[in-house]
């Protein structure tokens, strides 16, 4: 079946601890994203990347990075300069084309909370 | 001013009834509208997206656009308790710094349905 992947589904950072989220899918789709959600808030974009190897900041990239090295991979590292880090995180994919690419898969999320 | 908002609810609709959730925007240039539901703890799915001004209706569920006064609305009748979840609202927002389009969420209108 395809779809988006993500995984852990829960995980823990501890102070001062990097951790990396994954998100991997088999659609063929070029476009991938990151999104934060906060309850009571919208989806806010973190990262994401149309191209492999090409990658753009959203509307919150700091203290996170991710890289694109695989067309169906695009982990997300929450480093230690996130200070309020517990939210809600959703990958999400779509095709590149302009009219279609408007349509997001999502993956199943990953929910961060700090110990 | 946010540039996507809804009543964030709840909204309590009996069983049966018609439900309707609603959308402003502040972007006039906007061409792309999306209706997501997110069931609790889970990823946002694609259920309605609307281009022209207008009714387009899907089984039960019917978007309507009107974008001379920026609003955008949802309709679900018949309602289920299955219906219950939070209605997440999406536009396409031109970004001209990016030189393309970004999609903006909403925060989303929780949505109850009494049997």
């Known amino acids: 079946d395809g779809g988006i992947t993500q995984s852990p589904k829960y995980l823990f950072r501890k102070e001062g601890q990097n951790v990396t989220l994954s998100c991997e899918q088999n659609l063929n789709h070029d476009a991938m994203y990151w999104y934060r959600q906060d309850p009571g808030q919208g989806l806010r974009l973190i990262y994401y990347s149309q191209i492999v190897n090409d990658f753009q900041k959203g509307d919150i990239a700091e203290g996170y990075s991710v890289s694109r090295e695989k067309k169906e991979s695009f982990p997300l590292t929450v480093t230690s300069a996130q200070k309020n880090p517990t939210a809600f995180y959703l990958c999400?994919?779509?095709?590149?084309?302009?009219?279609?690419?408007?349509?997001?898969?999502f993956g199943s999320g990953t929910q961060l909370s700090v110990l | 001013q946010k540039e996507v908002e809804q009543n964030s609810g709840p909204l309590s609709v009996p069983e049966g009834a018609i439900a309707s959730l609603n959308c402003t925007y502040s972007?006039?240039?906007?061409?792309?509208f999306f209706w997501y539901r997110q069931y609790s703890g889970k990823s946002p799915e694609l259920i309605m997206s609307i281009y022209s001004n207008g009714d387009k209706e899907d089984g039960r569920f019917t978007a309507q656009l009107n974008k001379a006064s920026q609003y955008v609305s949802l309709l679900i009748r018949d309602s289920q308790p299955s219906d219950s979840a939070t209605y997440l609202c999406a536009v396409n927002i031109l970004r001209p710094l990016w030189g393309n389009y970004q999609l903006i969420w909403g925060a989303g209108t929780k949505l109850i349905i009494k049997p």
């Open positions: 999400a994919s779509s095709p590149r084309d302009r009219r279609t690419n408007e349509k997001l898969f």
């Open positions: 972007d006039r240039v906007s061409q792309s």
